[in-house]
């Protein structure tokens, strides 16, 4: 009942009328894997707690948004850049559940903005680290402490940090504020280990 309830106000995407293995489409990306990869049902009873607006277009899929973001953080894209490219690139599509076949079924930028920082969503509740002081001599004394049990074991996790910052676009921090930053950070994470878990499941 309460699937029916959250999924009432959304638009229906297409999913039935997929074309995509047509002759001349190439379907030996990455993205099939990482589709194969991924339970989607888990991730969509965490994302059913993001209800519809009760006026307006109908809304997109959380499940859809969702896989967007991932592929904004593994292509570095901008909500600008992730929109235009899910109008022309048939492995977006197909990785979120996109028809191929009409242009009005494309996630704008602004559907992808409000996803990320929907009213609900887990990074609400965050608050500040224990770590940060009340000035910058008094954080600097926390890091230290905080730093001290585990430097050895974070100098074996440094290299995934220069991954993320060569690779998944963290050189910047798109957002200001600390929840939207962490949101940034978070995605960035989950993109990073699906990656690997193909590196690791194929070996």
Not at 32 to 47: A, G, K, Q, R
Not at 51 to 65: D, I, N, R, V, Y
Not at 117 to 135: E, I, N
Not at 149 to 166: A, L, M, V
Request: with cysteine; hydrophobic share 45%.
């Amino acid at each position: 009942m309460l699937g029916r309830l959250h999924q009432k106000g959304r638009r229906r995407i297409g999913q039935e009328d997929f074309a995509f293995t047509a002759a001349g489409h190439h379907t030996g990306s990455s993205l099939n894997e990482l589709s194969s990869l991924i339970d989607c049902t888990p991730i969509e009873v965490c994302l059913a707690v993001i209800s519809c607006a009760a006026k307006g277009e109908p809304a997109w899929p959380p499940l859809a948004l969702f896989k967007a973001m991932l592929l904004s953080v593994w292509y570095d894209l901008s909500d600008v850049k992730l929109a235009e490219a899910l109008e022309d690139r048939v492995s977006f599509r197909r990785f979120c559940g996109v028809s191929a076949r009409s242009s009005q079924t494309v996630p704008i930028e602004a559907a992808i903005s409000a996803m990320r920082f929907a009213p609900g969503a887990a990074h609400r509740a965050l608050s500040p680290p224990a770590h940060v002081g009340r000035d910058e001599q008094q954080t600097l004394a926390r890091l230290h402490a905080w730093n001290r049990p585990i430097h050895r074991i974070r100098g074996r996790i440094e290299k995934i940090f220069g991954t993320w910052k060569r690779s998944y676009g963290l050189r910047r921090i798109r957002w200001r504020g600390l929840a939207k930053a962490a949101v940034q950070i978070r995605l960035t994470a989950i993109a990073y280990n699906l990656k690997r878990s193909l590196t690791i499941m194929a070996a």
